[in-house]
């Protein structure tokens, strides 16, 4: 198993550019879930799914749009970078019966 | 809503004893968990620890659980330059599915 896969490893985006980060999971797990990480205010939820189709907003969603059309797959979707969106991304991943959450490794964006 | 606080910073000496604490707020939390992270890489769980439970110990790793107080810790022993890492206590409330409410981190530097 590859676990929990990202693209890309890093990203320099200019203000006002679209990108999208990939995620995949190779564990059939149902929740998969992105968080970005600040220095000092430890990872805080963006959005996540519990299935696919299914997604909704976490703790700072604004700026940020995602879609689960898949198990496998939870691509996170800037429309419009902004500096404050300078950042480390995570996708984690957990299966409904399971206690612990599948981390990538991280995508560390720039957006200038 | 929910808060979960780490002090910042934490320095020991090689072969001492390191206790990183933190505290939550949520009284519905259903697993409290430490995770590591060392330089540049993504998170890695290191131990959880079940709201019913007061300690887990896990070779040099042992949690301990005040649910009365709503604070957990996490005693490395004979910590090594290894351990060097930032830490990070995250909650689990009853309601939120699988997603987890990360406390800010703290930085352990282990010096030789």
């Known amino acids: 198993n590859a676990g929990v896969t990202q693209t890309p490893k890093f990203q320099v985006l200019k203000t006002g550019q679209s990108m999208t980060l990939q995620c995949a999971q190779d564990?059939?797990?149902?929740?998969m879930s992105w968080y970005r990480q600040d220095p000092g205010m430890g990872l805080r939820l963006i959005h996540y799914s519990v299935g696919a189709g299914i997604t909704d907003q976490g703790e700072v969603p604004n700026g940020y749009n995602v879609s689960r059309s898949t198990t496998e797959d939870f691509p996170l979707r800037l429309l419009s970078a902004a500096p404050s969106q300078t950042s480390v991304y995570f996708c984690a991943s957990s299966g409904s019966m399971t206690y612990e959450q599948y981390f990538g490794p991280g995508t560390r964006l720039t957006v200038t | 809503g929910e808060d979960v606080e780490q002090s910042l910073f934490l320095s020991v000496r090689e072969g001492d004893s390191s206790v990183i604490n933190c505290t939550y707020t949520?009284?519905?939390?259903?697993?409290l968990y430490w995770y590591k992270q060392e330089p540049g890489a993504g998170l890695q769980l290191l131990t959880y620890i079940f709201s019913n439970m007061d300690m887990k110990q896990d070779q040099r790793l042992t949690v301990l659980l005040n649910k009365k107080d709503k604070h957990l810790s996490l005693r490395i022993a004979d910590t090594q330059t290894g351990d060097s890492a930032i830490y990070f206590c995250a909650e689990k409330a009853a309601n939120a599915g699988n997603m987890l409410t990360f406390g800010g981190g703290t930085r352990l530097m282990v010096k030789p």
């Open positions: 949520d009284s519905s939390s259903t697993y």
């Open positions: 564990m059939n797990h149902e929740y």
